[in-house]
């Protein structure tokens, strides 16, 4: 019977010890060790970061010719009897009854070789970097983290709802759009006035890859009450950085019946869950960055589940920033946005710990935002974190047919853009709020991991959309 | 203390009943019946699809104003006790101590009446159809479609993979797909021959939307084992029918170390699964669908989880076919792929049950199927059902290198174009299969609605890509 390393590895308590029984393991060669006498193969399939040490001894049918074709990168299927193991990194490991050769690897070509590469040249075979430690452990780790978002939400209540990859309408008119065609660009059909004439386009205007689902998922909440969205979302700047990609996942939960203050405990309440839940699913892969690429993440992500947010606001945070005596690269005053370095400071060093942020002035802020009484600030809220900066955005929604208007205005906005927008502050409105959070963003956070194209399988950014 | 009408009408079996106790229900109206001495409110907040009937009597303050502002679709909060109900259609409500609205919605122009609105209408005003009884019971059942996917995989231990959505490739060469562009269609850049200059586009050359995240799901196979992917994929076939969308969602599983037969396992355990966590978790929804929308769809959905499912092969089936003495619009000949009317003879008359076909011409699959030893035929299965024909398309992957190579010759496609697949067989190949399944395809099935275009929040069709 084929077990899977993970299974052997973690067997489940109703379940009885391996030990003694004839299994069937199947994966991709680690390593290969020689002794005089036996050769020690390590296993690895995916289900786990560590591998499962195979015993060959020379009384195998074919001893060594197998042996000698195996080398890294080779598919296996071996079956023998799971032992206690003898050495002390392992509690296990399999005495080979039979090692058969799936798909041969050549050495000389393998571009996956057994010392460390650096995540630049990894990215250039990002087909093969699965098959890395670092890279299969942030698979496992992106898979949990999607998993727990999901067990949360619908532990709450919450429905999943899928908004729309391609649209016709920009979100706050904020990010840099792609543009989504079926024209060919050798031949655009043309207008009498000579301009291009998208009533020949596949949706007969031009249209757009989405920035974010929040306008549409405002339309699911002002019907079922919960809901969220966890959908890619898209970004055309021109942002060679490790913090961006052109193609990004987001997940956007919002709440009826619900104030600024419910959002900071749903996300406050998001992140501990979730990265609890990683830190009890993930355990040996947390140790793998917690010790090769990030020192101290366990103690970060334990603090994160242990302790209560901050929440202060924009113009405490302010008054705390002007007061620090920082050589800021960018001044602090009322009125201009938090940088980077700004968010860093106040949860890294100042209350070090996450906090959350609002209150923030209107004018920096997206117009759907609610306008607070003092008719300067809006309920926004960002989350920041230690080492990240700011992880989650999100606000109290405008419900208010008049200030709603009045904000398009001043954002020289078009009412008959937002008409169905306005429609959900017309027909039978409700307080609502949400929030934003970027999942790479969260995975970074979590593995430590520096460069957020290390965090998604298949990195787009300017120039490479490769595989 | 609020309480979700779900959580009233269903409470935990560890809790006390809510009977006799202070509770606040926030939701929109859906019907007001004002008898001689008190009011019936039925309250709906989308939590579940039946609502809540709330009894307000003349003591309460405001009564008469109150009374005559609430019409279908007002937002309310109404505080009050929770009685058992005298009614025969509930058998509880809230007698109600307050009444606050919240917004109001003017009966004279709102969209949404109490009588029954044709599905081509509603789509017209797509940011209010989940108000109605039918499309938020769809999206109930999406949502736990899409959970019931995640649970189902997730216990069976496959890693949840984000494939991505802008690529430079195309899978199969097969669907028309949509550009996706940064450049200015009015001011296109060019080439010294007077091309379109793609090296100034944001990725540097000709970018498109996936049709498929099967390629790609194929790398993490080939290093983790057992994947899958659940994410939007697009055509920009000029299709208007109502079995097809430009976006729509996939799921696409893909197992190392499997075959054909594990593949069907893995698709006839995936359906039976999925469908009874809806007929378990959206009773009240599947009821409704069962009665209004799809008469003897329980019973329909109930055969689907408790009948093995026919497993023939393409040349049996087309003998069937042959043989059958039906006045097919197609005719049917070895070498001609299955139509609709084809698939749903087999499936609902011939063998009345869900049926796989398997092991089609190769001249009609894929480039990227595994060649049986017929040479002839390839290692491809489908799932049609009673009602929907084709619901999952699937196979075992070519994974000999050299077999494959002559498959894209044969398919006129560049080996150069898919260097990165070839490496998958280069270097330690293993068996492996999957399936891809249209989400949509699914919730048609399991609603019983027949136009796609309302199994999917925010349809996008030839000229529309509205909301």
Redesign the interface.
């Known amino acids: 019977m ?1 077990m ?1 390393i ?2 052997l590895k973690n067997p489940p308590a109703d379940r009885p010890s391996p030990v003694g029984s004839d299994v069937t393991i ?4 680690r390593t290969v060790r020689n002794q005089k006498t036996f050769t020690f193969i390590e296993i690895n ?3 786990t970061l560590s591998n499962f040490q195979v015993v060959a001894n020379p009384d195998l049918p074919n001893y060594e010719r197998t042996m000698q074709e195996l080398s890294t ?3 296996v ?1 071996i079956q023998g009897t799971v032992v206690e193991s003898p050495g002390k990194n392992q509690s296990l490991e399999l005495v080979a009854k039979e090692v058969k050769i ?5 050495p000389e ?2 571009p996956l070789q057994k010392k460390r590469h650096s995540y630049e040249f990894l990215r250039t ?4 970097r ?2 890395t430690n670092t890279l ?1 452990a942030v ?2 780790i ?2 949990a983290l ?2 727990a978002t ?1 067990l949360f939400f ?1 532990k709450k ?1 919450f ?11 920009d979100c706050e008119g904020a990010g ?1 759009m ?6 060919d ?2 031949a ?1 059909p043309r207008t009498k006035e000579g ?2 004439d998208y009533s020949k386009d ?4 031009p ?1 757009y ?1 989405t920035v974010s689902g929040q306008l ?1 998922g405002e ?2 909440a ?4 919960d809901i969220y969205t966890f ?2 979302t ?1 970004r ?1 700047e ?1 942002s060679n950085t490790s913090r961006h990609l ?2 990004f ?1 987001m997940i956007e939960p919002e709440m ?2 619900a104030d600024i203050n419910d959002d900071m405990d749903c996300a406050e309440e998001y992140l501990k869950y979730t990265v609890k839940y990683v830190l009890e699913h993930c355990e040996e892969d947390i140790d793998f960055f917690n010790q090769y690429v990030s020192p101290g993440l366990r103690e970060r992500l334990e603090h994160i589940v242990n302790t209560p947010f901050e929440r202060a606001s924009y113009s405490y945070a302010v008054r705390i920033l002007e007061k620090a005596n920082k050589p800021f690269e960018y001044p602090v005053k009322w009125g201009s946005d938090l940088q980077s370095e700004h968010e860093r400071f106040l949860a890294e060093e100042y209350f070090s710990k996450p906090v959350i942020i609002t209150d923030y002035p209107k004018e920096i802020k997206s117009f759907y935002m609610r306008l607070n009484d003092d008719e300067k600030t809006v309920a926004a809220m960002d989350v920041l974190v230690p080492r990240i900066g700011e992880i989650i955005g999100g606000s109290q929604r405008e ?1 208010r047919l008049d200030y709603l208007k009045q904000r398009l205005i001043e954002n020289n906005l078009k009412e008959e853009d937002y008409w ?2 306005l ?9 609502h709020a949400g929030f934003g959070l970027g999942f790479e963003r969260l995975v970074q956070f979590v593995t430590g991991i520096e460069n957020i194209r290390d965090a ?3 990195p ?1 950014f ?6």
């Not at 596949?202 to 205007?205: A, G, V």
């Not at 300017?462 to 595989?467: C, N, T």
């Open positions: 084929r899977k993970k299974q199947k994966g991709w060669v399939d995916g289900s990168g080779v598919s299927a799936i798909g041969p690897c050549d070509t393998y075979i990002a087909h093969l699965p098959r299969g698979a496992r992106r898979n999607s998993f999901h619908q209540g429905l999943y709802i899928h908004t729309p990859i391609i649209t016709s309408s840099k792609f543009r989504v065609s079926t024209l660009p050798d655009l301009k291009v596949f949706f007969e205007k249209t890859l549409e339309i699911y002002s019907a079922l009450s959908g890619p898209f055309a021109n052109a193609e996942w009826a019946f419900d169905w927008y429609d959900l502050r017309k027909y039978g409105s409700v307080p998604i399988p298949f787009r300017p120039g490479k959309a490769e595989f």
